[in-house]
């Protein structure tokens, strides 16, 4: 069973940056497609970047600014986020598959963290 806790969340101007991490334990994270997900008030859970073997996948909201990346010594994934705005306020989730399946579709993720708050004020 993987499990999965993210952190790094915060609070951060418009226009700054914030590195949000994933470590796993219970499974390696080479081996998964991880990604992340957000959630603002009110809204439905959506897919933000996603890493798989060698490749890096990005909604279109976040591409250019955001990055993902994987650190295989320890076990950790990262969401590198710059040139923040207000309207990236969300929780932010790292989610894992277990086998590969759609890379931005929420359903299709087995594995998930509990969330870290991202709050980008105007």
């Known amino acids: 069973q993987v499990q999965l806790v993210e952190s790094g969340g915060g609070l951060v101007q418009a226009g700054g940056s914030l590195r949000l991490s994933c470590a796993a334990s219970?499974?390696?994270?080479?081996?998964?497609?991880t990604g992340w997900f957000r959630q603002a008030l009110g809204k439905e859970r959506e897919f933000v970047a996603a890493?798989?073997?060698?490749?890096?996948y990005y909604a279109d909201s976040v591409r250019g600014r955001f990055t993902i990346s994987r650190d295989n010594a320890q076990n950790t994934v990262y969401l590198q986020m710059r040139s923040l705005k207000p309207e990236d306020t969300a929780v932010y989730y790292c989610?894992?598959?277990?086998?590969?399946?759609?890379?931005?579709?929420?359903?299709?993720?087995?594995?998930w963290g509990q969330g870290t708050q991202v709050t980008v004020s105007s």
């Open positions: 219970g499974g390696t994270v080479s081996t998964y497609t």
């Open positions: 890493i798989r073997w060698g490749g890096t």
């Open positions: 989610a894992a598959q277990s086998r590969p399946k759609s890379v931005d579709v929420r359903a299709d993720y087995d594995y």
